[in-house]
């Protein structure tokens, strides 16, 4: 198998955006053919002190080593991606998730993600959002695994 | 070693692969009875059917699942229960023709949401203590049983010859088929009819599959277990999981079963149909977090399962050494939980069901067989667990790798590593007194640490040889005991008191000599001495919580029926308090972990819809219980004698042990005699020992009867019908009338009598000796 070595994902230019939460609903679209945006995004776009934030998956793929039925792979476009008709809704990957960005909505048991489609980009009047190219290694994230975390790191 | 982030398909663990050809095992079978069905859309955790099969007949009917069982017994072990009560008869035995072999689910048992939901109860009438055992188990099999349409499997009867069970949730057939060509041990045939049985030929086909089964060694011994099968897709094995205690692989085997195979075509995550998916998901996600956060500083479970206990016990001086005959050894960090780490593979969700994080069903992938048939094979061996680590230090086995190897072969054979491990640690201090000699144990040198000598023995054994103390041993510590005494090879009351089992089964892996309530909690139990019930060392010894009688009593009495609730509903009970949440110890019960409490709370009322709370949860528990209890005595068992235990459980049997912990015991005979430490010193040990044994014994007596009534049992234990009708009896008048007669035979014979000696000041648990008529 060829190693993957690139994935795209979301940078935001906070100083652009206005709120108006367009690509919350484009994402909105993409997982639940609906406008609704909050849950049912995978991006959110928070207001702090003033300035805009934007929470969303980084495509560091952790939650790939928790699924208990391999729902959850990264495609050859370095995107990591969950296949709903394989997830049996466990939430380990919600749960372990170190940006909580693995989202679930009230309306189904199986959770969703980020999958860099771009939808949210190009739904931003603004141009607040792009994607950006990145190095695998350097966004990677592994479950923890080590022996013990109080005494051994 | 595994680094992270790899393709599910690209692992290789490294195993030996196996070249059968299936089509003709397959095709040797002959399909003895087929029944069709129509599946049970299940309802809030419950298919409201239970599945039945008599081997002798080739009869396959259903049974309802009513209401007025599910008030009664909840569901779970519980079922399994009303279902054994309703099938044999007091004399029954675990090879009578009557026998269930029962397996259970639970209304919460396949759910993916919350950790730990995979849990399936087996219940039998055990070879060793000749009545009703329980044993919980993880693995696939319970969950696909239930979305096949069932919420148990009763499987009375013996097949004429080997047979399988197929339960086809796809095609909602079941099938008694001929298994003449099937391997018998239990890494391959659920390998076999795995393959076999998957609906197409990959990895998630598989995945839907499980298959229950017991080897070579349950057919020859009393120790067998079922293994429970669960395929793992990255390492692509079938994983085990043991419902170990009591011999339910021993009667799985009576009964000519190869293999009970539960296919699944599909499985998305709601088919538990939970009242609130939303309510059940969400207190599950709490947990699971806490396990991500908390785990790595608390008890270490994803990195190396239940293995890290054993340090801590070594360091309070309750890891059994050489038959528990010590608490610590020198050699044990040998084989503390990190050395099996190094041995893991990381980074593999290793729950034994979807959704389990705290993952503790390690592996050790591609370990080289060193014994046996199968030497030289490269394999995967789950485990090993804390127990099987424990065992090794009982038979004074230091190497890991020997530790990996007994594991491997109790597992592939379907033995107990516990039973056997306990087991065997006994016969080697019966070598070391020369009670047992190399002549006497057909040759083997049956000497503490003798690691060959252990492999031979289980390989003889599951080979069926017929040596005549292969075949005693294999019975278990009971057997041995009463066989040493009629040869009268040794001093009976050493043959008696160093041989770790009560009722007939053989003890877990903890030192009680030090905590009274511990002693209760493997004692008074139902099953036999096994650590499930109520594990109270630290309350008790450590942190010296339950100091009085009544305070100890109050403890036997809420854990048991606490824990009994895991097995009502199909969970694991570690997720209950092998990680706490941040601020447990400030809470005003931190033992009982009062937010998982509510946890569990929430999580059935989200499931079944029902609407109970703390109290009512514990009733529940106390119904099956008390029913268990009930049916004990009604086998003739479940009384006072029946709770004794073996005094090494209690104290020092030998001068040794008094010498090696000479300081703590001296102290203790100052203040029970209230003499000078001075004085004690200069006593003569056999004489101590003596006195400590007498004190300890009546201890046990009168804790025995301070938890006889908390329970609302008479003094012999058996519970009352005012109590059974309290918990919802009232129209069971078989039972009812039954323990009325047995309390007024005991009456008549004496029995309804305090078991203690009580001194001027110390106060008997009531004063009245037919308290429970007042009632
Ligand atoms: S919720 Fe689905 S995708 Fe996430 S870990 Fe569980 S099964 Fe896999
Ligand atoms: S890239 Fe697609 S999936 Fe990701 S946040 Fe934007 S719209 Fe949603
Ligand atoms: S904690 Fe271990 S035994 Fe319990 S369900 Fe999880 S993996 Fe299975």
Not at chain 2, 30 to 42: A, G, R
Not at chain 2, 135 to 152: E, I, M, Q, R, T
Not at chain 2, 171 to 200: D, F, G, W
Not at chain 2, 270 to 295: F, H, M, S, Y
Request: glycine share 8%.
């Amino acid at each position: 198998m060829t190693e993957i070595k690139r994935a795209k994902i979301l940078k935001f230019n906070s100083e652009k955006c206005v709120g108006c939460l367009e690509c919350e609903k484009a994402c909105s679209q993409v997982h639940f053919k609906c406008d609704d945006g909050g849950e049912k995004s995978a991006i959110r776009i928070h207001e702090k002190d003033g300035k805009f934030q934007m929470h969303v998956c980084n495509q560091n793929g952790l939650c790939i080593d928790m699924c208990p039925v391999g729902a959850i792979e990264r495609m050859p476009n370095g995107t990591v991606i969950l296949n709903k008709n394989i997830c049996v809704g466990c939430q380990a990957c919600v749960a372990f998730c170190p940006l909580g960005a693995m989202k679930r909505s009230a309306s189904r048991i199986e959770p969703f993600k980020c999958i860099s489609c771009g939808a949210c980009v190009r739904a931003c009047p603004e141009d607040a959002l792009e994607l950006v190219e990145v190095d695998i290694e350097e966004i990677k994230q592994i479950v923890f695994n080590n022996y013990g975390g109080a005494n051994h790191g | 070693m595994v680094k992270g982030q790899f393709s599910w398909k690209d692992y290789d663990a490294g195993n030996t692969k196996h070249e059968w050809d299936l089509q003709k095992i397959h095709a040797a079978h002959k399909v003895l009875t087929e029944f069709k069905y129509d599946k049970n859309k299940i309802e809030k955790g419950f298919a409201n059917k239970t599945l039945y099969i008599n081997l002798t007949t080739n009869e396959i009917k259903e049974k309802p699942v009513t209401d007025d069982m599910k008030k009664k017994f909840t569901g779970g072990r519980g079922f399994g229960l009303k279902l054994l009560w309703d099938s044999i008869q007091p004399d029954t035995r675990w090879n009578s023709e009557e026998n269930d072999l029962v397996i259970t689910t639970g209304p919460l048992c396949g759910s993916t949401q919350y950790p730990g939901s995979g849990k399936s109860l087996c219940l039998t009438v055990s070879p060793s203590t000749n009545i009703v055992c329980d044993s919980n188990v993880g693995g696939y099999f319970g969950p696909y049983l239930k979305f096949c349409g069932y919420d148990a499997l009763e499987i009375q009867g013996k097949a004429k010859e080997d047979v399988i069970i197929v339960i086809d949730g796809e095609a909602s057939v079941i099938r008694i088929e001929t298994a003449p060509l099937e391997e018998i041990n239990t890494h391959l045939v659920s390998e076999q009819l795995t393959y076999m049985y998957s609906s197409k030929d990959d990895e998630r086909s598989r995945q839907r599959v499980s298959v229950v089964s017991a080897g070579h060694g349950a057919e020859n011994s009393y120790w067998g277990c079922l293994n429970f099968s669960f395929w793992d897709i990255r390492r692509k094995v079938a994983r085990l999981k043991q419902a170990g205690r009591g011999g339910l692989g021993t009667v799985l085997r009576d009964k000519k079963i190869k293999g009970i195979v539960a296919r699944v075509d599909k499985f998305t995550g709601v088919e538990n149909a939970p009242e609130n998916p939303e309510a059940a998901a969400k207190v599950g996600t709490k947990i699971q977090k806490e396990i991500r956060d908390l785990d790595r500083y608390q008890c270490n479970m994803r990195q190396v399962g239940t293995a890290h206990l054993v340090e801590i016990m070594d360091a309070y001086d309750l890891l059994p050494c050489e038959n528990y005959r010590f608490g610590s050894f020198p050699k044990a960090p040998k084989i503390y939980s990190m050395k099996f780490f190094e041995n893991f593979t990381r980074v593999i969700p290793d729950g034994c069901w979807h959704g389990c994080t705290m993952a503790c069903a390690k592996t050790v992938d591609s370990f080289e067989v060193m014994t046996g048939p199968y030497k030289g094979h490269r394999v995967t061996v789950d485990g090993p667990e804390y127990e099987t680590v424990g065992c090794g230090a009982n038979m004074s086995l230091w190497d890991p790798k020997w530790i990996i190897e007994f594991n491997f072969y109790c597992d592939t054979y379907g033995i107990d590593t516990i039973s056997s491990g306990t087991a065997i640690a006994y016969y080697m201090e019966m070598f070391e007194y020369g009670i047992l000699n190399k002549e006497r144990c057909g040759g083997l040198e049956l000497a503490f640490g003798n690691f060959n000598a252990v492999m031979q023995f289980l390989h003889r054994m599951a080979d069926g040889d017929t040596d005549e103390f292969i075949k005693v041993a294999a019975k278990g510590i009971r057997r041995v005991k009463d066989w040493l005494k009629s040869k009268n090879w040794g001093d009976h009351q050493l043959i008696e008191d160093a041989g770790m089992e009560s009722k007939g089964l053989e003890y877990s892996e903890y030192v009680t000599k030090e905590s009274l309530a511990m002693q209760g909690g493997y004692g008074l139990t139902l099953k036999g001495p096994q650590h499930d019930e109520a594990w109270l060392i630290f309350m008790d010894m450590v942190n010296n919580q339950i100091p009085t009688f009544k305070d100890k009593a109050e403890a036997l009495h809420y854990f048991p029926m606490w824990r009994t609730w895991f097995g009502l509903n199909g969970l694991c009970k570690l997720p209950w308090n092998d990680v706490e949440p941040a601020n447990n110890a400030e809470t005003n019960d931190p033992s009982k972990v009062p937010e998982h409490l509510n946890n569990y709370v929430e999580y059935q009322n989200a499931v079944t819809g029902w609407n109970i709370n703390k109290e009512e949860l514990i009733l529940q528990s106390e119904r099956a219980y008390n029913w268990q209890r009930a049916l004990n005595v009604w086998m003739g068992r479940g009384q006072r004698r029946d709770d004794w235990i073996p005094y090494r459980s209690m104290g020092p049997v030998t001068e040794l042990e008094y010498v090696s912990r000479q300081e703590r015991y001296d102290k203790q005979l100052a203040e029970i005699m209230n003499k000078p430490l001075e004085e004690i010193e200069k006593m003569d040990v056999g004489k101590k020992v003596k006195l400590l044994y007498d004190h300890r014994r009546n201890q046990y007596q009168i804790l025995s009867d301070a938890v006889y009534m908390r329970r609302g049992w008479t003094q012999n234990g058996v519970p009352t019908p005012v109590k059974m009708k309290q918990l919802g009896f009232a129209d069971e008048q078989k039972m009812l009338d039954f323990l009325a007669k047995k309390i007024q035979e005991d009456e008549e014979n004496g029995l309804n009598e305090w078991g203690g000696v009580y001194s001027e000041s110390e106060e008997k648990p009531s004063k009245e000796r037919r308290y429970w008529e007042s009632w």
